[in-house]
């Protein structure tokens, strides 16, 4: 019988991609989500009743022990970017991880492999860093053979990052960024798939891997890189990180008295992350020593931004013809 993966938070933009990975790579594979019925999109990851989106709630012990039955493998890949009622970063990022290799080590599960993200700290300032840190503790302390994966943006045709402010620039003449000079090295999501595909099928080293691109670039940059292709002129401008701070203060007010309905736009939690460059450290293990050579943003942008350009899918066209003709 085939080995079986259990996946949680499969179904979400880099556990989809590690699930068709590990389906092509002939394994059984088992999305844990909360909720099953917005994850059926996995399925065709595989022949019939490979792939499975299955409940769980990673703050329960019972629901995580239970889909982890039968596994010889396990990739945590839940987090968050923001608290949303009873899911914070404490209970989801730092509890949550630990809880599933706390359960994996006593089910005799042979491989873990936790996403975290660069910057992860047990001291810092930021709750979301902080709570990844201590989430990374917890794996080592229960599981010391997991690979950890430390992912710099994460960028492909889902991605929350390069999509969202593509599509504020329909909104104005001026597209507005907190820590315009903050340096990034945006690694492709099949990348970081790659990445966890090896750590669970061939020999690699436990400990920390760090993932980035093979390109840095400011933030500033990014934006004026991702304009170029969806070919708008927009005038990129900083917001200074003390106003970034108010600003979000309010937004997060106007959050709690919606009762969420009204989701903050940006948290004082992610301005402080933006003060802090994004890139992988010197002498930290990264994609080489797995043996993967990074996709370049420059391959890839092109091929799902399109749909910003202001004459869409019919510029995609011209350029298609233009491409043939040559």
């Not at 982890?68 to 009622?85: E, H, K, P, T, Y």
């Not at 047990?122 to 997991?146: C, F, I, Q, W």
């Amino acid at each position: 019988m085939s080995k079986l993966v259990t996946i949680y938070g499969g179904s979400g933009f880099v556990g989809r991609y590690i699930a068709q990975r590990m389906a092509k790579a002939g394994w059984r594979v088992r999305v844990a989500v909360r909720r099953p019925n917005e994850a059926m999109f996995v399925k065709p990851y595989g022949v019939v009743g490979q792939v499975e989106p299955v409940l769980c709630n990673i703050r329960d012990d019972a629901s995580v022990a239970e889909v982890m039955q039968g596994a010889d493998a396990v990739v945590n890949c839940v987090g968050i970017l923001a608290r949303n009622g009873k899911n914070t970063f404490d209970s989801v990022q730092s509890e949550g991880a630990g809880r599933v290799a706390r359960i994996a080590a006593a089910s005799g599960v042979a491989k873990m492999v936790q996403i975290s993200a660069i910057g992860a700290d047990v001291n810092s300032d930021s709750d979301y860093a902080r709570t990844k840190g201590e989430g990374e503790a917890a794996v080592l302390e229960h599981m010391p053979e997991a690979v950890i994966l430390r992912p710099s943006i994460v960028f492909g045709a889902e991605d929350g990052f390069f999509n969202r402010f593509a599509g504020m620039t329909r909104m104005g003449p001026v597209l507005p960024v907190v820590g315009a000079d903050t340096l990034f090295q945006p690694v492709y999501v099949d990348d970081v798939a790659k990445a966890a595909e090896a750590a669970l099928t061939r020999d690699i080293a436990p400990g920390v891997y760090e993932l980035g691109g093979p390109e840095v670039q400011s933030f500033r940059e990014l934006m004026s890189a991702m304009l170029d292709i969806i070919r708008r002129r927009r005038s990129v401008v900083n917001i200074p990180f003390f106003a970034a701070n108010i600003m979000a203060f309010g937004l997060e007010a106007v959050q709690v008295l919606s009762l969420g309905l009204v989701p903050a736009q940006i948290t004082r939690d992610q301005v402080r992350n933006l003060r802090r460059d994004n890139v992988v450290s010197d002498g930290a293990k990264g994609l080489a020593d797995m043996g993967i050579e990074p996709v370049a943003m420059e391959s890839i942008l092109p091929d799902y931004l399109w749909r910003f350009r202001p004459s869409g899918q019919y510029d995609a066209i011209k350029e298609s013809a233009k491409n043939l003709r040559a």
